[in-house]
């Protein structure tokens, strides 16, 4: 959640790594995912490209393997390049559950999806490795910088891609599991401010947004929950996002072992945020902030030290960002620009190619736990969300100066608003068409899936993780499925 990065949201967690970055370099205030879920969200980072245009629909459909990335064009241009951990841009590593659930979100049934969400203590007070996996990749990214990277001739590009802070599978949830369970050990537990916790305010389950409602419910989030339960789901979100930094700051402590942290870029971002239960909702999959806001921080040469951008900015100005820096041209199909001029100690007022920044970011999501496509504009104090094909499911206009927990929709309130900022997202997008096409997209792939699975297909679906609701009725579900078809 990207809000961690700066007041009031970094008074939750001890963050040293971060803080470190910040006095040292420069945060971004706004900026945010392109598409609220990994491959996506990836594929619209690794190509400079926003989610419609890749066409990556959902977590199993990303970039073409064959597609150019920033990291392919700066090895082309003598780059020694180097990659670790989690990438997750051509398809995602994602079960027949999710891709089913992605693919039947316009089917007019509800059936809980995720495990229920909840904490787990393991370890002890001195335990500060918990995911193995993560720390196993920093330590080889580590090693490449101390062993190799200190003896290149050429310049470097070193990506580590981290699994933290995404929730651990949850056994207990079924087929494939979920990923449900936040899991720290006491030693990062201790670095989180309990007192400074907020406890999300809830709409009533009859006053949502249905499409709201419909994510929570899949996500298995609308039975009770006490404040205690609340509070420990977002501290052991803040918990993991502690251990999270401490390997961010393995990286920066390599690179000044070896004396190059004073000629290194670094950027430090995510895929997405967490909701943590906001909005009744935890994992991402939505345009509230907690979900789309993600955190951007560069520090490095000539990248103004402490300074804090306002600008809204989004993952597909990596791409122009990354070939600004190694002075590679950038093409001119890309959907973002080139951060290089708001990080510039000398304020650099020669516009790029592609010509000014605009004053908007576009994030859309067309996957699983959300029954709608959805898009979503923000410019200045507006967030302005609207779905499908912008008239059958009602849109939502957010204030966020005066209302940044999103708690009411003001819509109806400013209708002249909605209409211009309607207006400059069809200009960006033409997003009926586009949610049309991805409706197409999901008929066919459950049709194929559904015919390669021949008489299993009544068993197979069935036994999805959606089985606990599933099972009770399944000739109704199954019937539902037919009428869609």
Known sequence: DGRL????????????????????????????????????????????????????????????????????????????????????????????????????????????QEGRPMVKLTGHRKQFRVMETDWQNTDKAVNWIKEEAVNFIQPFILYLGLNLPHPYPSPYAGENFGS?????SPYWLEKVNYEAIKIPKWSSLSEMHPVDYYSSYTKNCTGEFTKEEVKNIRAFYYAMCAETDAMLGEII???????????????????????????RQFYKMSMYEGSSHVPLLVMGPGVREQQQIPNVVSLVDVYPTMLDIARIPVPQNLSGYSLMPLLHEKADNKASPQGPRPSWVLSEFHGCNVNSSVYMLRTGKWKYITYSDGSSVPPQLFDLTADPDELTNVAIKFPVTVHSLDKILRSIVNYPKVSSSVQEYNKQQFFSWKQSLGHNYSSVIANLRWHQ????????????IDRWL
């Open 5 to 112: 990065t700066f007041f009031p949201g970094n008074q939750t967690v001890d963050l040293p790594s971060i803080n470190f970055m910040k006095r040292h370099g420069t945060v971004f205030l706004n900026a945010y995912t392109n598409s609220p879920i990994c491959c996506p969200s990836r594929a619209a980072m690794w190509s400079g490209l926003f989610t419609h245009l890749t066409e990556s629909w959902n977590n199993f459909k990303g970039l073409d393997p064959d597609y150019v990335t920033w990291m392919d064009l700066m090895e082309k241009h003598g780059y020694r390049a180097q990659k670790f951990g989690k990438l997750d841009f051509t398809s995602g590593h994602h079960s027949v559950s999710n891709r089913v659930e992605a693919w039947t979100r316009d089917v007019d049934f509800l059936l809980r």
């Open 180 to 184: 449900s369970t936040f899991l720290t």
């Open 253 to 279: 402590s390599a690179l000044q072992d070896t004396g190059l942290l004073g000629k290194t870029i670094i950027i430090f971002t995510a895929d997405h945020g967490e909701l943590a239960m906001e909005h």
């Open 469 to 480: 609701d599933w099972l009770k009725d399944q000739k109704k579900y199954e019937n539902a």
